[in-house]
């Protein structure tokens, strides 16, 4: 039996809509336009959703952070599956490790840093990202 991570399972599985079923391995690993050293696969997206959500797949790849920026309409909700390193939310820093959820509202500034290893978070936004 082949092991798998947790990243992998997400980025390798099924994304199960009514009526229709994407699988995850067939979308695209893409770099992060404003933040080297990171990837993004979108698991879902606006066009799916009608603009309601979307969730993404990130990899922060170890020395890369995704710097300080904030959203100005989406809340953002991340869960951490795989890695540990600091996250800052609002100017207070947290240990983002597997099974750490941070809720990121709108305007407001973070910072997810990969000092040590790689960092994979599920990341969901409502509404979605366009």
Same mark, same amino acid.
């Given at each position: 039996m082949i092991q798998n991570t947790i990243p992998e399972l997400f980025s390798d599985g099924k994304v199960v809509f009514p009526g229709k079923t994407i699988d995850a391995a067939m979308l695209p690993w893409y770099e992060h336009p404003a933040f080297k050293g990171v990837l993004l696969k979108d698991l879902v997206t606006a066009v799916d959703t009608n603009g309601?959500?979307?969730?993404?797949?990130?990899?922060?790849?170890?020395g890369f952070e995704v710097g300080e920026h904030n +959203?100005?309409?989406?809340?953002?909700?991340?869960?951490?599956?795989?890695?540990?390193?600091?996250?800052?939310?609002?100017?207070?820093? +947290?240990?983002?490790?597997?099974g750490f959820t941070c809720v990121t509202p709108p305007g407001?500034?973070?910072?997810?840093?990969?000092?040590y290893e790689d960092i994979c978070l599920l990341a969901k936004f409502v509404p979605a990202l366009k």
């Open positions: 309601a959500f979307s969730c993404h797949v990130v990899k922060i790849s170890k +959203h100005n309409a989406e809340w953002e909700f991340n869960e951490a599956v795989e890695g540990c390193g600091p996250l800052i939310l609002d100017g207070v820093t +947290h240990s983002c490790r597997p407001v500034p973070h910072i997810v840093s990969a000092p």
